[in-house]
Nanobody, 116 residues
Framework: QVQVVESGGGLVQPGGSLRLSCVASGFTFSSYAMSWYRQAPGKERELIATISSPYISTNYADFVKGRFTISRDNAKNTVYLQMNSLKPEDTAVYYC?????????WGQGTQVTVSS
């Protein structure tokens, strides 16, 4: 049974930091590209960052470059998103996705709210 579970969301002030985690099971994590997406109210889901495996490479959306960092620990079946210098416009539900070919697995999301 495939499970993808995000955690680490919450309320943070502008300029603050959060670290999201995503633990996956039920598929060969180390052979899947893992991504973080987000969806704000009334907006479409958008790709934030992707990290490939086993050869590690990363890609970021322009709106998070220099602020967010994606990483993974294949031994723990976990992907992380370190978010720094958060802005109110970063408020959204953040989703983790595992992708390989036709296979794509999603988590339920974790809410991130940036507000003073």
């Amino acid at each position: 049974q495939v499970q993808v579970v995000e955690s680490g969301g919450g309320l943070v002030q502008p300029g603050g930091s959060l670290r999201l985690s995503c633990v996956a099971s039920g598929f060969t994590f180390s052979s899947y590209a893992m991504s973080w997406y987000r969806q704000a109210p009334g907006k479409e889901r958008e790709l934030i960052a992707t990290i490939s495996s086993p050869y590690i490479s990363t890609n970021y959306a322009d709106f998070v470059k220099g602020r967010f960092t994606i990483s993974r620990d294949n031994a723990k079946n976990t992907v992380y998103l370190q978010m720094n210098s958060l802005k109110p416009e970063d408020t959204a539900v953040y989703y983790c996705n595992g992708q390989r070919g036709f296979f794509s697995y999603w988590g339920q999301g974790t809410q991130v709210t940036v507000s003073s």
